[in-house]
């Protein structure tokens, strides 16, 4: 599952984010040391098995600065012609949606009618500084222990964060469609420029730089426990304030299958961490919160499935992981690659994943992974009626699953005629080395990723990139069972 301060960079079109390249490639939205702050916890939060393949797009390193600009420029999507249907909601999906404020939404019938659904009911919660954990988890004794220090960071001393008992969690919406649930937790608190610092927030009263993330997904449904995966997590940014009042935290939980119909019992652990040096990030508290909610009204959406076959040949960004973690071009064949589509209409708009494809010999689960990863690899283009759309890149969660969401929702479908993908295949063209994560100006020389040239080492600590080009396999488009 992707982190939050990637979410706004994802859920942008292409349009949108080659504009946003050109913005930041001569604004300086966020100081250096906050840069590095930023691309600290995206590190920490990435999963380990991505970490090797981590790319730092000329966003990345301020993506959670994108969205002040994504929203002051005020984007619209080209989507369909004058005199044609217009999508009623052109510019929503889930991620758009639940990446606003609570207070601040577009308003989507579905959505709201969703999260009323799931009758979700806020059992409270309560913080606790580190030192002090009541040894309800595996690791709570050794993470009391570290609260005297370590070799890496200072004592904690529970004087000095007794103000963080104060944070206590309101639910303030519970999103759930059986494919992916969503929980925004509010903090009202005078304190909260400490966890809004760290988003360029630099004239906000503080007294440390603080993040919050979710460290722990208790949970039983129908009284039975229950493995909830992996999950992404961290505070909805705010931007340019200079005082606040409180702040919103986000936990976004992908399920590979709905959950039973039936009542869900939920305990989230909120850690705290201190970021005041960018290179020493620590825990400091965490706090606890539970609620219930009910699935069974978000597991009823029909999916219906769909063969794609692609064929022909495309240059492909291919990488490498392990201890010769390697980036490079290459021609691959795609003929015999078949992806089994699904496609699902939910409350926050139309889903087409990929859950499970045949390979054929040619081809290995490397190529797999570099096919279906984030912002590279393979996209589509849309056309809702003829017309094209734009629409968030792929979520990679992680295995074969990969999906996009289309802003169409169940509203427009008496007026759509057709949906039709047409693959093409995204490449980098070429990146630009960052030589230390903690000073993001410190950069190599620009290296151009030539087709079928070796592929070279990854870059220790990520890059940015030069650009995409992208290869249409026209001759494989599909169009898509509509309900």
């Known amino acids: 599952m992707k982190n939050k301060l990637e979410h706004t960079f994802d859920n942008m079109n292409e349009t949108q984010r080659e504009t946003l390249c050109g913005i930041l490639g001569e604004t300086n939205v966020m100081d250096e040391r906050t840069a590095a702050r930023i691309q600290a916890r995206i590190d920490r939060k990435l999963p380990k098995n991505r970490s090797a393949m981590r790319v730092l797009r000329p966003l990345a390193i301020a993506a959670a600065a994108c969205a002040v600009i994504y929203l002051t420029l005020g984007f619209t999507v080209p989507g369909v012609a004058d005199g044609l249907y217009r999508l009623a909601h052109p510019e929503t999906t889930t991620d758009s949606y639940f990446m606003q404020q609570p207070d601040e939404h577009e308003p989507v019938k579905e959505i709201e009618q969703a999260i009323e659904n799931t009758r979700a009911e806020d059992k409270g919660g309560a913080a606790e500084l580190i030192g002090s954990y009541s040894g309800e988890l595996p690791n709570d004794a050794e993470l009391n222990k570290e609260a005297a220090g370590t070799d890496e960071h200072p004592a904690v ?58 460290a722990h997904v208790l949970g039983t449904v129908n009284g039975t426990p229950y493995d909830f995966g992996g999950y992404g997590h961290g505070v909805i940014p705010i931007f340019d304030k200079k005082e606040a009042n409180g702040f919103t935290m986000q936990t976004d939980i992908d399920l590979s299958t709905p959950l039973p119909d039936g009542t869900v019992e939920m305990t989230l652990y909120y850690y705290i961490y201190n970021c005041d040096d960018p290179e020493i990030e620590y825990n400091v508290a965490r706090v606890k919160h539970q609620f219930s909610f009910d699935t069974t009204a978000g597991n009823k959406h029909e999916a219906k499935t769909c063969e794609l076959t692609l064929s022909g040949s495309a240059p492909l960004t291919v990488m490498e992981t392990g201890d010769s973690a390697r980036i490079g071009n290459r021609t691959v064949s795609f003929d015999g690659l078949t992806l089994n589509l699904e496609t699902t209409f939910l409350p926050g708009g139309m889903t087409i994943a990929i859950n499970t494809y045949t390979l054929p010999d040619s081809f290995d689960e490397n190529l797999m992974q570099s096919l279906l990863t984030y912002h590279e690899g393979l996209q589509f283009d849309v056309y809702v009626n003829g017309e094209r759309i734009e629409y968030s890149v792929p979520n990679s969660l992680g295995g074969d699953r990969w999906k996009i969401e289309l802003p169409v929702h169940a509203e427009d479908l008496p007026e759509i005629r057709s949906i039709r993908l047409v693959p093409k295949i995204v490449r980098i063209t070429g990146i630009v080395p960052i030589l230390d994560p903690t000073d993001g100006s410190k950069k190599g020389d620009p290296i151009v990723l030539t087709v079928d040239d070796a592929p070279i080492g990854m870059p220790a600590y990520g890059f940015n990139l030069l650009g995409w080009e992208e290869t249409v396999l026209s001759d494989c488009a599909i169009e898509l069972p509509l309900p």
């Open 157 to 214: 001393d529970p004087d000095e964060y007794a103000y963080l008992l104060s944070l206590k969690p309101e639910l303030k919406e519970l999103y759930y469609d059986g494919s992916r649930l969503i929980v925004n937790a509010h903090f009202e608190c005078p304190f909260a420029g400490d966890f809004l610092v760290g988003f360029g927030n630099s004239e906000i009263a503080h007294r440390h730089n603080l993040d919050m993330l979710t």
